[in-house]
C-alpha cells in the first residue's frame, strides 16, 4: 500500500506526463499542418513524431479534426511574432518566423494555407485573421493599414512555403540573418506606410 | 454508309471533340490542384467541372497521378510570365499573375506548393524551380541574382495563397492594379539588385 503522500505525488507525475504527451503530440501535429494539406496528415504518423500511439492520441484528442482545431490557434504565436516596437517590427517579425522553422521545422501561416479548404479550417483562417493580420493591422497608422497588413502577411508565408516546403535552392540555403537583410527592409517600408 | 468523305470527317470531328475534352480536363486538373493538397484533389471532382464522366477521365489520361504529371508543366505559364524587359518585370510579373487568377481561379505557382509533398510532386518542383525560378534568374545581373528571383518567387506565391487560398479581406478585395501598385515596386527593387 501507497501512503496517500504517494499516492498524490503519483497522480502529480501521471499528470505531468499526461501534460508532456498532450505537448508533443500538439507540436507534431502543428508541424505536420503545416507541411501538408489536410489530408496527407495521418494520425499514426503525428503519433509517430510524437513517440506515443495512435490510440493514445486519440484518448487525448478524441479524433483528427478535435486535434486539428486544438492545434489551429495562432494566439501564442502571433504574441512573439508582433512583441516589437513597430519601427522595428519588419526584422523581427523575419527574424521570429525564421528562428520558428529553425526550432520546429512549422510554420503558422503555412498552417492557415493547408488547412484553409477543410471545413474546419474556416476556424484557423479566422484565427490567423484576427489574432494575427488584424492584430498587425491594428499597429499600422496612415492609409491602407489593413492591405499593408495583408501584404506584410503575405510575404511571410511565401518566405516559409518557400524555406520550408518547396526548398528552393537559395532561399532553403541561407543564413536566416542574410535572409531577413534581404526582406526586412521592404517589409518595413509596407509596415511604415513609405511603400 | 457513309462515304470516305462522311468518315473522314467524322473522325476529324472526334478528334477535336477529344482535344477539347482534354483540355477542358487539364483545365479543371489545373485549378483543383491549385487550391488543395493533393490527397483533397477527386478525380470525380475534376471530371465535374469539366463536364465528363470520371470514366473519361481515366480513358484519356491513365489516372490521378498521369493527369497530375500532364497538370505539372509550367512552361507556357512561366514563358508569359517572363515575356517582359527586365526593367517592368516586377510590374508585369503582378499583373500577368492576377490576370491569370481572374481568368482561371488558378494559380501555378500554388500548383508547386500544394503538390511538393508528394512523391510525383518532385517532377513539379523541378519544372517550377527550371521553368521559372531559373528563367527569371538567368535574366537578373548583380549578386544574389538566384536568391533575388527566388524571393520574387515567394512573394508571388505568398500573394497567391492570400488572395486564391485564405482570400484575406483587403487583398482578396482590391481592384487587381491597385495591388500592382502596393507590390510591383518591391518586386523590381529585388530584380534591380537595389534591395
Redesign the interface.
Known amino acids: 500500500m501507497s501512503t496517500p503522500e504517494q499516492a498524490g505525488a503519483a497522480v502529480d507525475e501521471q499528470r505531468r506526463d499526461a501534460c508532456l504527451t498532450r505537448a508533443a503530440v500538439l507540436k507534431a501535429a502543428r508541424r505536420r499542418f503545416s507541411?501538408?494539406?489536410?489530408?496527407?496528415v495521418k494520425l499514426r504518423d503525428i503519433a509517430a513524431d510524437a513517440d506515443v500511439s495512435a490510440a493514445l492520441v486519440v484518448k487525448y484528442f478524441g479524433s483528427k479534426e478535435a486535434l486539428f482545431a486544438e492545434a489551429s490557434s495562432f494566439e501564442g504565436e502571433a504574441a512573439v511574432l508582433l512583441n516589437c516596437p513597430v519601427d522595428r517590427l519588419g526584422e523581427h517579425l523575419v527574424r521570429t518566423l525564421l528562428d520558428y522553422h529553425e526550432r520546429t521545422q512549422a510554420d503558422p501561416l503555412l498552417r492557415?494555407?493547408?488547412t484553409?479548404?477543410r471545413p474546419a479550417g474556416a476556424t484557423f483562417?479566422e484565427n490567423?485573421?484576427r489574432q494575427f493580420?488584424a492584430a498587425l493591422s491594428d499597429r499600422l497608422s496612415g492609409p491602407?493599414a489593413?492591405?499593408?497588413a495583408?501584404?506584410v502577411?503575405?510575404?511571410?508565408?511565401?518566405?516559409g512555403?518557400?524555406r520550408l516546403?518547396?526548398r528552393?535552392?537559395?532561399?532553403a540555403a541561407?543564413e536566416p540573418e542574410?535572409l531577413v537583410a534581404?526582406?526586412a527592409?521592404?517589409l518595413q517600408?509596407?509596415i511604415d506606410g513609405t511603400?
Open positions: 507541411l501538408h494539406g489536410y489530408a496527407d492557415a494555407l493547408f484553409s479548404s483562417r490567423f485573421e493580420v491602407d489593413r492591405l499593408r495583408e501584404l502577411c503575405a510575404h511571410l508565408l511565401g518566405l512555403a518557400a516546403v518547396l528552393t535552392g537559395e532561399i541561407q542574410h534581404r526582406t527592409p521592404l517600408s509596407w511603400a
